[in-house]
């Protein structure tokens, strides 16, 4: 993962979208409707080319790896103890919603990683300062203790509810911007998607259910921002999270073309102002 994502940082972020968001228009159209009109596709990456001339972010940055580590996704528990933390509470958020997402699909062997996060020693930096704004671990740790005892997710609806909310109290709780906690939601999706999808397969579970999990948080945050646009802000998430399978991010799904991903995020970015 990180080979392919220093090449992609290294030419800047908006670079590789203008480049994926094009291909993709060679794709077809997807589960969107409308992600493979070229006019569209073509309009959104001239759009990105201003923004590659200012340099990409480099390792570490809002959009790209972190660091050198070999955690989960290849994030470098070092360099995420310098993320803020909105970023890093909605980053956590991002694997929560994936793991939440394949326990209600009853893949409970898939989502248990994505739901270490909030809890296990391995991403201890993920989570430094959070429970000071509010972040509930014992709810958590219920969760994995009901996905462990084999207990369905139907019969844990409250629990996970709960414990989904509490995410969002605490992203709240920061003192960053929505929209840029949107956009770095974004940038993440993209590049997990792009690592986890290749040839039309997904070969990595689980970066490809990362990406589904920071696009249900970006989604899930815009009901709260005040932009103008915010209606069709909203309308092309659902269309970004419809490249997913209703079922949720498991495995064994086929997934939709990196280039549809990328065109919808991108398009997304620039409504956002970004």
């Known amino acids: 993962m990180q080979t392919r994502i220093k090449r992609w940082t290294g030419l800047g972020f908006s670079t590789a979208l203008v480049v994926t968001a094009l291909s993709g228009c060679a794709e077809g159209e997807g589960e969107a409707g409308d992600v493979g009109e070229t ?3 073509a309009q959104t990456a001239s759009a990105l080319v201003g923004e590659a001339g200012e340099g990409g972010e480099g390792e570490g940055g809002e959009g790209g790896e972190f660091g050198e580590g070999e955690g989960e996704g290849g994030e470098g528990i070092a360099a995420m103890e310098d ?7 909605a980053f956590m958020a991002g694997h929560v919603e994936a793991g939440l997402a394949l326990y209600r699909a009853d893949a409970p062997e898939q989502a248990a990683p994505h739901l270490q996060h909030p809890i296990s020693e391995t991403h201890e930096a993920e989570r430094a300062g959070l429970a000071a704004l509010g972040l509930d671990t014992e709810l958590f740790e219920q969760v994995s203790g009901a996905l462990s005892a084999g207990i369905s997710a139907d019969e844990t609806t ?4 709960r414990a989904e909310r509490n995410l969002y109290e605490v992203i709240g709780a920061t003192d960053t911007d929505t929209v840029d906690t949107m956009v770095y939601l974004l940038d993440l999706a993209y590049e997990e998607y792009d ?14 259910q990362d990406a589904y999990g920071f696009t249900v948080v970006a989604r899930k ?4 921002i005040t932009l103008e646009d915010k209606p069709l802000i909203i309308e092309r998430l659902d269309e970004m999270l419809a490249l997913w ?7 064994a799904s086929t997934p939709a073309p990196v280039g549809q991903v990328a065109a919808q995020a991108s398009r997304v970015k620039l409504l956002l102002g970004n």
Do not use: F, M, S
């Open 195 to 208: 690592v986890g999808v290749e040839d039309g397969a997904v070969t990595d579970p689980g970066e490809y």
């Open 39 to 41: 006019g569209e596709a």
């Open 221 to 224: 945050l815009a009901e709260g």
């Open 158 to 161: 409250a629990l996970l509810d």
């Open 245 to 251: 399978p209703e079922g949720g991010p498991l495995a």
């Open 83 to 89: 993320l803020q933390p909105g970023y890093r509470a």
